[in-house]
């Protein structure tokens, strides 16, 4: 009786470690190795490095609007 119930109990457990072993791989595969890491922040380095002064030149051309719009204004009102 005691190997009618121990044979099912031993063919979950491997179904399920082998299940458990199987989903595991999908996550080492997905990890980023140094090199890319590396790769991967110098970019973001070089990318911050050229965006910050479009974005500074940017915003100076939206206040010289807004200065060039409140001129006009004043000019239109008198």
Known sequence: ????????????????A?????????DVESKKGKIEKMTDKAA???VDHIRTPIE????????EEDRQNAVEENLKEQ
């Not at 119930?5 to 491997?14: A, C, K």
Request: net charge positive.
């Open 1 to 16: 009786m005691k190997k009618v119930l121990l044979y099912p109990v031993i063919v979950m457990f491997l179904f399920c």
């Open 18 to 26: 082998v299940f458990f072993a199987c989903s595991n791989k999908g």
């Open 44 to 46: 973001k380095e070089i």
């Open 56 to 63: 500074k030149a940017r915003s100076v051309k939206n206040i």
